[in-house]
């Protein structure tokens, strides 16, 4: 399977908010996403404007500290990882990682390169980049999910 990529030119935080909300419409359960960019990207954003698609009200923030930080919307069950403070991938084994990844659920994953030999496959990566005063967001399909999700979206 080939990779398969697509490109977005975000203005501003808004437009972060709207691709966020775009996802949301398109993603099954079962599905990973791994979300790189340096320190105040964008990652967050994405995920707020995902969970905003969703039509989660209430505040999202960092799980920094935390680690993980679930949501439960309806009928589905969403993660969002921040691995920006682990030091050892296997920390996630030993704070029962593995209960998250699964077929009932979307886990979003920021600084996935922290959990390297730990973490499956991810379906969709998004690549954030700073771009004067916009982003560039690269995303880019592995799997034959992921593949659905990008054709869906051009």
């Not at 996403?33 to 698609?53: C, D, H, S, W």
């Not at 659920?105 to 991810?122: D, F, N, Q």
Request: negative net charge; aromatic residues 12%; glycine residues 12%.
């Amino acid at each position: 399977m080939t990779d398969m990529q697509t490109a977005f030119e975000l203005a501003d935080e808004a437009a972060t908010l709207e691709l966020g909300q775009r996802l949301a419409a398109l993603i099954p359960n079962g599905f990973v996403i791994y979300l790189y960019g340096n320190l105040g990207a964008g990652k967050t954003t994405l995920v707020r404007g995902y969970l905003r698609g969703l039509g989660y009200p209430g505040n999202v923030k960092s799980p920094t500290y935390t680690l993980v930080e679930p949501y439960e919307i309806g009928e589905r069950q969403v993660f969002h990882f921040d691995l920006y403070r682990l030091t050892d991938p296997e920390e996630l084994e030993y704070a029962g990682g593995r209960d998250y990844f699964s077929a009932d659920s979307v886990c979003l994953v920021e600084w996935p390169e922290r959990g390297e030999g730990w973490l499956s496959r991810a379906d969709l990566e998004v690549k954030i980049e700073y771009d004067g005063a916009g982003r560039r967001v690269t995303l880019s399909a592995a799997t034959a999910q992921g593949q659905s999700v990008l054709a869906a979206m051009k």
